[in-house]
């Protein structure tokens, strides 16, 4: 598996054309996948973690990605409902709990809540998820939609944009603290977290997939649910370019007071 091979790539299938044969071959193409769709490639990131957006920008981002935040563990609940084997829930259960945390320990979610309040967000408007663009409502609600419509084997699947999360962590940590000077580690801690929860998250999901994709067909449908998710990160980078970068923002979303 190379990259000429994957040339018939869609914005919605790897194609027709491309037969996987073995859980190696499909290993390559979603790591291929990955490497050509993930959402580290979107010009707003690079404006994000270059120091290119104003503040206002930058709380518009952290706002509409709570609402994405916020809806993980739901997404995750929905997958546990997919199985009947107990090793699975069991394996799925402690993402519900990084995100949610639990009682008198902090989650994913409370951490995400830091860093807008680091950034000057009020927490009940931000939770409220009135301001958030409706292109990210519609993308993260699709999520869920998909996990509880699909396959078992495509809802885990999805998830495997965490592959390549780390990396974008690491910039984001770095780029962030250096070029914002209303940026400080301890509303960042969302993201350091993520560097040791989404490998071991990943690599789960990576060799689930690889052993119970059993036919082309099966690893095309695993590479497809990648290819769906990377769509759902991307569009919602998309819609904040849009809004708040080229200044097109709806009616009744989020307005950054002026700098």
Same mark, same amino acid.
């Given at each position: 598996?190379?990259?000429?091979?994957?040339?018939?790539?869609?914005?919605?299938?790897?194609?027709?054309?491309?037969?996987?044969?073995?859980?190696?071959?499909?290993?390559?193409?979603?790591?291929?996948?990955?490497?050509?769709?993930?959402?580290?490639?979107?010009?707003?990131?690079?404006?994000?973690?270059?120091?290119?957006?104003?503040?206002?920008?930058?709380?518009?981002?952290?706002?509409?990605?709570?609402?994405?935040?916020?809806t993980i563990p739901i997404k995750d609940a929905v997958v546990i409902s997919r199985f009947r084997d107990r090793a699975t829930r069991l394996e799925w259960r402690?993402?519900?709990?990084d995100h949610d945390g639990d009682v008198g320990s902090e989650g994913g979610i409370e951490r995400w809540i830091k860093l807008t309040e680091g950034l000057g967000?009020?927490?009940?408007?931000?939770?409220?998820?009135?301001?958030?663009?409706? @292109?990210? $409502?519609? =993308?993260?609600? &699709?999520?869920?939609?998909?996990?509880?419509?699909?396959?078992?084997? !495509?809802?885990? /699947? +999805?998830?495997?944009?965490?592959?390549?999360?780390?990396?974008?962590?690491?910039?984001?940590?770095?780029?962030?603290?250096?070029?914002?000077?209303?940026?400080?580690?301890?509303?960042?801690?969302?993201?350091?977290?993520?560097?040791?929860? @989404?490998? $071991?998250? =990943?690599?789960? &999901?990576?060799?689930?997939?690889?052993?119970?994709?059993?036919?082309? !067909?099966?690893? /095309? +449908?695993?590479?497809?649910?990648?290819?769906?998710?990377?769509?759902?990160?991307?569009?919602?980078?998309?819609?904040?370019?849009?809004?708040?970068?080229?200044?097109?923002?709806?009616?009744?979303?989020?307005?950054?007071?002026?700098?």
């Open positions: 598996m190379n990259a000429a091979s994957m040339t018939g790539m869609t914005a919605l299938s790897i194609g027709k054309d491309i037969k996987l044969t073995s859980a190696e071959e499909l290993e390559a193409a979603l790591r291929h996948i990955g490497a050509t769709r993930y959402h580290s490639l979107h010009p707003f990131h690079k404006l994000l973690h270059g120091g290119k957006l104003n503040k206002g920008q930058v709380q518009a981002w952290a706002l509409n990605r709570y609402y994405y935040q916020s402690h993402r519900i709990e967000l009020d927490t009940a408007y931000v939770e409220s998820t009135e301001g958030i663009l409706p @292109a990210t $409502r519609f =993308a993260v609600e &699709a999520y869920v939609h998909y996990c509880r419509e699909k396959s078992p084997l !495509e809802a885990i /699947a +999805s998830s495997l944009t965490e592959l390549f999360a780390p990396n974008l962590h690491e910039e984001r940590i770095s780029g962030m603290l250096e070029h914002y000077d209303f940026v400080n580690p301890d509303i960042m801690s969302y993201f350091k977290r993520r560097l040791t929860q @989404a490998p $071991r998250d =990943a690599g789960f &999901a990576l060799d689930y997939v690889k052993a119970h994709a059993r036919t082309p !067909e099966e690893r /095309a +449908s695993v590479c497809n649910a990648l290819i769906f998710k990377t769509n759902v990160l991307w569009v919602q980078l998309d819609a904040l370019q849009h809004a708040y970068v080229e200044g097109n923002i709806p009616p009744g979303a989020f307005v950054p007071k002026a700098n």
